[in-house]
């Protein structure tokens, strides 16, 4: 059974900052892309950021470039969403997600139709 297990998540202020965690279990963590996704009340399950199997490549949405960092650790098995800059738009369940490689590394957004497995999300509120 493939687990993911979000944490970090919580109440900030705008301008602030949050690290997001995921933890993986039950499957080989090195042989999948991971990524993270959000959706706001009202609106769409939509991509954030991604990164390859190896570390090498990553891949974020316009909204959040410059301000979002991703990186994994698959010693820990473990992908983090270090969120700088936050801005009340940012307010969403933000979902981790696992994809199985197939390249050498991710090229562009992860296509939430090609996920193999979703985490249950973690509240992410940012307060004016």
């Known amino acids: 059974q493939v687990q993911l297990v979000e944490s970090g998540g919580g109440l900030v202020q705008a301008g602030g900052s949050l690290r997001l965690s995921c933890a993986a279990s039950?499957?080989?963590?090195?042989?999948?892309?991971m990524g993270w996704f959000r959706q706001a009340p009202g609106k769409e399950r939509e991509f954030v950021a991604t990164?390859?199997?190896?570390?090498?490549?990553?891949y974020y949405a316009d909204s959040v470039l410059g301000r979002f960092t991703i990186s994994r650790d698959n010693a820990k098995n473990t992908v983090y969403l270090q969120m700088n800059g936050l801005e009340r738009e940012d307010t969403a369940v933000y979902y981790c997600?696992?994809?199985?490689?197939?390249?050498?590394?991710?090229?562009?957004?992860?296509?939430?139709?090609?996920?193999?497995?979703w985490g249950h999300g973690t509240q992410v509120t940012v307060s004016s």
């Open positions: 997600a696992a994809r199985r490689a197939t390249t050498a590394q991710v090229t562009g957004a992860m296509n939430p139709n090609d996920i193999n497995y």
């Open positions: 039950g499957h080989t963590f090195s042989n999948y892309d």
């Open positions: 990164i390859g199997w190896s570390g090498g490549g990553t």
